[in-house]
């Protein structure tokens, strides 16, 4: 199973940014996907997740700033960020969620999102 995650950049406060991330197919079609991200020296979060059939759950740091949603036909979760704060500078990662150590798929590279004020 590989997890692409891609779409990130350098944005200034205030601007936006889409994270796709594209998912092998076996995977997408049972499992809920998640967003997660690492900023620089502190352990992975959960940003946000939606089920397979579109139940959505975001962190209190992103609600009403993030929008998450997937196309089960490309087999595709996407990552709208909105208003982005300093804060949100990180390394942004994908996977199914919830997820588990011994059996979900590794990591994968992720994408930086860098946040200037």
């Known amino acids: 199973v590989q997890l692409q995650a891609s779409g990130g950049g350098v944005v200034q406060a205030g601007g936006s940014l889409r994270l796709s991330c594209a998912a092998s197919?076996?995977?997408?079609?049972?499992?809920?996907m998640g967003w997660y991200r690492q900023p620089l020296g502190k352990d992975r979060e959960l940003v946000a997740s939606?089920?397979?059939?579109?139940?959505?759950y975001y962190a209190d740091s992103v609600e009403g700033r993030f929008t998450i949603s997937r196309d089960n036909t490309k087999n595709t979760v996407y990552l709208q960020m909105n208003s982005l704060k300093s804060e949100d500078t990180a390394v942004y990662y994908c996977?199914?969620?919830?997820?588990?150590?011994?059996?979900?798929?590794?990591w994968g590279q992720g994408t930086q999102v860098t946040v200037s004020s």
């Open positions: 996977n199914e969620h919830p997820r588990d150590s011994f059996h979900s798929p590794p």
């Open positions: 197919g076996n995977l997408f079609s049972t499992n809920a």
């Open positions: 939606i089920s397979r059939v579109g139940g959505r």
